[in-house]
């Protein structure tokens, strides 16, 4: 049985997908990229800016299920510049000192709105 998770702290989905899918004691996202779900736009102004906007959507689709960051246990993350891989780990790292989950890196040609990166997780729900 999966059961859909929906909220108005990320962005509203850009196609046929949900924010969220809880299966079993497990959350999987959806894809985030920089939105920031109060204005439906991209926040670029810098990378730093986008990415912790990216922490931030996914940190409210956890909450909406009932879980957090910290019970991230897989990431994948797609970047369009692996120059910018540096960046990008300084940052998504700055949520997850001590205990990181297991994660996945790529660079892709382009990516949804534009963005530079987007990050999709799988999260345990504690009993």
Do not use: C, W
Not at 42 to 63: C, F, G, P, R, V
Not at 77 to 88: G, R, Y
């Amino acid at each position: 049985m999966k059961k859909i998770v929906k909220t108005d702290n990320a962005p509203a989905a850009l196609g046929p997908y949900s924010q969220g899918i809880i299966a079993g004691n497990l959350l999987f996202t959806a894809g985030q990229v920089g939105i920031d779900p109060k204005t439906q736009k991209m926040k670029q102004d810098t990378l730093d800016e986008e990415i912790h906007q990216i922490m931030s959507n996914l940190s409210a689709i956890a909450k909406e299920a009932g879980t957090s960051l910290d019970n991230v246990v897989k990431t994948m993350i797609f970047v369009t510049d692996l120059n910018n891989f540096a960046k990008v780990n300084e940052i998504y790292g700055s949520y997850f000192e001590g205990n990181p989950p297991a994660r996945s890196t790529v660079e892709v040609s382009r990516l949804p709105a534009d963005a530079n990166v987007e990050i999709d997780m799988v999260i345990l729900i504690p009993n």
